[in-house]
């Protein structure tokens, strides 16, 4: 009985415990399925934190930078970036590289020119890269694209190259030589500057002519670079013929340019340039040639890039080539030079001398035309020091008479006489000027000087009538005064030119805007101003406050007023901290006494370390209505001239050095 009931209890526990083991997988099936939802920090207060040692490493180097295998650059410092196991040694050439603790990691390093290799070395794997260092030769080249040009042109090629590199350019089976623009000898050694050169496409060409890309390449310090172009195609011609033979005198300056296609000059001026000139220099021995002025051209233009701008110039039948537009600069948008259509103009010209009288500023010569051809405007027997290489600075005015010389004129009726009393002329002559085959080609008018170089001025204009109508300064002297400058001034116009303003701000010291050179060169006007209304002299400003003044604007003003002197007030800045000094700098051969005896004046101050008395091409000192001169008052870059610069006591002592000169000039004027 007893075993009986002992099976029994056994059974049951059995049967118990095989309900629970079913009961729990039955839960724990569950809970795997749909597993309860708890907030972590059930977790944390019930577990310890541990991390797993167990985990397996990154068995790949991850490279964030750079991205690809093989790059080009041309900075000479680079810096790798990437990601790795910290656990796991990173090497690169052999040289371990140091890791932070989430395993991130950079590693910088010089380049040497051209391929540099590396290997990084990551648990067992080795990852190569090659980065090539370009040094920069050549940094920007003109044409790059592809480009069609009319036949006949002659354009510009430009390489912007380091400075004191050999740059060539390949075109048409001839290769030239890149000649660097003037800015290069102000600046250092491995700056960038322009090379410039010109090629000339055939002008009888039939058909479009498709030419090899032009190969650009530069040689500095033994690391050469070469660029392509895009293909430049020559279109075929499409020449005016010329319907009249005698359209082109024979002998002189003049270009046959043919006959049909006609320029007129719609701007207040247009300087004048070398015909097909491979540069845009301006010299004083170019006149400009005034509002109105007609004359045919050639249907092709020269071009010229320089500084990144590409300029388009009409070549005129009397030898000049003009801007076809033109920047009012710190303004960008181009301004007509010229107005162009068909027609024809007359074959010859005819003058008469209307008027010549001294209205106290001026002689005024005035001149009936038949039409208004070009003329040209030479301070006759003038030398200079080296044209050639655009020098033209002289050691003093010398030319003892002017030639105003009429293109195309063949009559000029009339005379000049009577001039024991006036203040410039001694005598006047009309000389035939006459061509290869003995008939006269222009006229020229040369007004003789009463003192050798005492020329003040000039500028010439059509009236309402139609009139050519020029203008000669008057000389204005000073005499002895009580003042303090010993002067009295009073009667001669001065007008200071304050360069730069508003948003064309100048060079920048280190102050940066608030002491910009638009700002000291009005504060230094200013006082310069003050100072010469203590001599009685009429004084104007080209501007006042800082608002901008462009180069149209300043020369207008200057025209208008008529001054008998113009000083420009400018400071200097370059590249360098080193250059420094004051410079006195004229373009035209009657600006130079003027110059001249401001740049002594200065020297004797012991200002500046350094003082340049020189020829510029300065926009504002090719204005031909009085003598001109620019003054740079010391360097902005340069710490020593910008303490001055900022300096009240220099200041007043700068403005007064000037004023001394401007008061010398009038009181020894002829």
Not at 400 to 405: A, G, H, L, P, V
Not at 497 to 518: F, I, M, P, Q
Request: charged share 20%; net charge neutral.
């Amino acid at each position: 009985m007893q075993k009986n009931i002992n099976k029994i209890i056994l059974a049951v526990i059995i049967s118990v415990a095989l309900a629970f083991a079913v009961a729990t997988g039955i839960i724990l099936l569950l809970k795997f399925n749909n597993p309860p939802v708890l907030q972590s920090s059930y977790f944390s207060n019930i577990l310890p934190t541990y991390t797993s040692t167990t985990s397996e490493p990154e068995e790949k180097l991850i490279m964030t930078y750079p991205s690809e295998n093989n790059i080009t650059v041309i900075d000479p410092s680079f810096t790798f970036t990437g990601n790795s196991n910290v656990n796991i040694p990173l090497s690169v050439n052999g040289q371990i590289i140091d890791l932070s603790e989430n395993g991130s990691f950079s590693y910088s390093t010089e380049l040497k020119i051209g391929k540099n290799t590396f290997d990084f070395l990551y648990n067992g794997i080795t990852y190569t890269y090659t980065v090539n260092y370009r040094y920069v030769v050549i940094q920007d080249y003109s044409p790059s694209l592809a480009q069609s040009y009319s036949s006949g042109t002659q354009f510009v090629v430009s390489v912007t190259a380091r400075n004191k590199s050999n740059v060539t350019a390949n075109f048409g089976g001839k290769t030239i030589n890149l000649t660097a623009n003037e800015d290069s000898k102000a600046k250092l050694e491995d700056a960038f500057v322009v090379f410039s050169g010109t090629f000339r496409l055939p002008s009888d060409n039939y058909t479009d002519i498709a030419y090899n890309p032009i190969v650009f390449t530069a040689t500095y310090k033994g690391i050469t670079e070469t660029f392509k172009s895009g293909k430049i195609t020559c279109k075929k011609s499409n020449l005016v013929k010329d319907n009249d033979a005698s359209a082109t005198p024979k002998g002189g300056q003049y270009l046959n340019v043919g006959s049909g296609k006609i320029t007129e000059i719609i701007h207040y001026n247009a300087e004048t340039f070398a015909p097909y000139s491979t540069n845009d220099w301006s010299n004083p021995t170019y006149n400009y040639l005034p509002k109105g002025t007609v004359d045919y051209s050639s249907t092709e233009y020269v071009y010229h890039k320089s500084n990144g701008e590409t300029k388009k110039y009409a070549v005129l039948r009397c030898g000049r080539q003009v801007y076809v537009s033109r920047k009012d600069k710190p303004h960008t948008e181009d301004i007509p030079v010229v107005k162009e259509s068909i027609g024809t103009l007359p074959d010859h010209n005819e003058l008469e001398i209307a008027s010549f009288e001294n209205n106290g500023n001026h002689t005024v010569l005035t001149l009936n035309t038949m039409w208004k051809a070009p003329f040209y405007f030479d301070l006759a027997q003038q030398t200079y020091t080296n044209p050639p290489r655009q020098d033209f600075s002289v050691n003093q005015a010398e030319f003892t008479y002017i030639d105003i010389t009429f293109c195309y004129g063949t009559v000029l009726n009339g005379e000049i006489a009577n001039l024991q009393n006036n203040p410039l002329f001694s005598s006047a002559q009309i000389i035939n000027n006459y061509g290869d085959n003995g008939v006269i080609r222009d006229i020229t008018l040369r007004l003789t000087l009463k003192n050798k170089g005492a020329f003040y001025g000039w500028d010439a204009s059509y009236n309402s009538d139609g009139q050519l109508v020029f203008e000669f300064l008057n000389p204005k002297k000073a005499s002895p005064s009580d003042n303090s400058y010993k002067a009295d001034l009073t009667g001669i116009k001065i007008l200071i030119d304050v360069g730069h303003g508003g948003k064309d701000t100048g060079a920048l010291g280190t102050n940066g805007v608030s002491h910009s050179e638009a700002k000291q060169n009005l504060l230094l006007s200013k006082i310069i101003a003050s100072e010469l209304l203590k001599t009685g002299a009429t004084v104007y400003l080209t501007r006042s406050d800082d608002t901008t003044s462009s180069t149209d604007d300043r020369t207008k003003i200057l025209k208008s007023l008529k001054p008998d002197l113009c000083i420009a007030i400018h400071h200097n800045c370059s590249d360098a901290s080193y250059p420094n000094g004051f410079d006195s700098l004229y373009f035209t051969p009657f600006s130079q006494k003027a110059a001249s005896i401001i740049y002594k004046n200065t020297t004797a101050t012991g200002l500046y370390q350094k003082y340049n008395l020189g020829w510029h091409y300065y926009y504002t000192a090719r204005v031909t209505n009085c003598p001109v001169v620019l003054t740079e008052n010391g360097y902005m870059s340069n710490r020593n001239d910008y303490q001055n610069i900022l300096s009240e006591e220099s200041n007043i002592k700068k403005a007064k050095s000037i004023v001394n000169g401007i008061v010398e000039y009038f009181l020894n004027i002829k």
